[in-house]
C-alpha cells in the first residue's frame, strides 16, 4: 500500500516560512492526486493544496499567492512552500494521496483522498 510520510513543521515566526515534505512510496499508478489538508484542534480539516500526475494545481483561497504545492517525480517527494505566514495557519499538516485524478473543484476535497500520512505540526508564534 501506499505509504507517506511528512517532515519539515516546526515552529515559525509570524511572516516567516517552512517548507513542508511529504515522501511517497508503494505506489505504482499513472493518474494520481495528491493533496495538503490541515486540521487545527477544534476546526473542520481544511484543503490547502492540490496536484496532479500532470502537474494541474488548486489552492485555497485563504493560501493563494503565500502556498506553493510541487512534486519532485523523480524523488516521490510532494512539497508545500509556505510564506508569509500567520498564525491561522497553525495546525497539524497531512499529506493525503488518491490513484486518479480529480475535478479541479473537488481536489480539496478529503472524501477523496485513500491515503494519509501522519502529520506534522506547524506553529506560527
Known amino acids: 500500500d501506499v505509504q507517506l510520510v511528512e517532515s519539515g513543521g516546526g515552529l515559525v515566526q509570524p511572516g516567516g516560512s517552512l517548507r513542508l515534505s511529504c515522501a511517497a512510496s508503494g505506489f505504482s499508478h499513472s493518474s494520481y492526486s495528491m493533496a495538503w489538508f490541515r486540521q487545527a484542534p477544534g476546526k473542520e480539516r481544511e484543503g490547502v493544496a492540490a496536484?496532479?500526475?500532470?502537474?494541474?494545481?488548486k489552492y485555497a483561497d485563504s493560501v493563494k499567492g503565500r502556498f506553493t504545492i510541487s512534486k519532485d517525480n523523480a524523488e516521490n517527494t510532494l512539497y508545500l512552500q509556505m510564506n508569509s505566514l500567520a498564525s491561522e495557519d497553525t495546525a497539524m499538516y497531512y499529506c493525503a494521496y488518491a490513484s486518479f485524478t480529480i475535478s479541479p473543484r473537488a481536489q480539496l476535497v478529503s472524501h477523496w483522498y485513500s491515503y494519509w500520512g501522519q502529520g506534522t505540526q506547524v506553529t506560527v508564534s
Open positions: 496536484i496532479d500526475s500532470d502537474g494541474d494545481t
